[in-house]
């Protein structure tokens, strides 16, 4: 159990048992601040998660819970972006209804490697990736599998 309370958002259990969301509780207008990350800053090279989110310059911020759930879309309600120097936020691309799931691009480098993506978009790109990164990662399976063959 989650000790979590907003009257702006809730965390849900997802319907096809992919673990958890972010859902609005109220209606979010484009540009408006629909929640501030917290978390941890990590100043560790090399230092990675699932979760960690990049502030520049090797720092990355371990997010605490809401922002830490949030999942991603290829097709996001949302973005980030820079509040402080350890801060982010997220922040309405559209109209966001109550109800509705809020989800950013978490725009992966193609280092990270292939994560599959669900999302379920029509414009699912199919890997957890940053959309310009896309031909660099698919260069890099079709390397992966001809090396496989050998």
């Not at 759930?69 to 922040?91: A, M, R, T």
Request: proline fraction near 5%.
């Amino acid at each position: 159990m989650l000790d979590f309370e907003s009257k702006y958002f809730e965390v849900r259990q997802l319907a096809n048992g992919a673990g958890r969301g972010v859902f609005a509780k109220k209606r979010f207008l484009p540009g408006q601040l629909v929640m501030e990350i917290d978390g941890q800053v990590v100043d560790e090279e090399g230092y990675t998660s699932l979760y960690c989110m990049d502030l520049g310059k090797g720092r990355v911020l371990e997010p605490g819970i809401p922002g830490g759930l949030v999942n991603h879309s290829c097709d996001p309600n949302c973005q980030l972006i820079q509040l402080g120097k350890f801060q982010l936020g997220l922040e309405a691309l559209v109209n966001i209804q109550p109800d509705r799931e809020l989800t950013y691009n978490y725009g992966w480098p193609a280092e990270v490697g292939a994560q599959r993506c669900y999302c379920g978009s029509a414009r699912c790109r199919k890997y957890i990736i940053d959309p310009d990164e896309l031909p660099k990662l698919k260069k890099m399976l079709k390397k992966r599998k001809k090396s496989k063959k050998k």
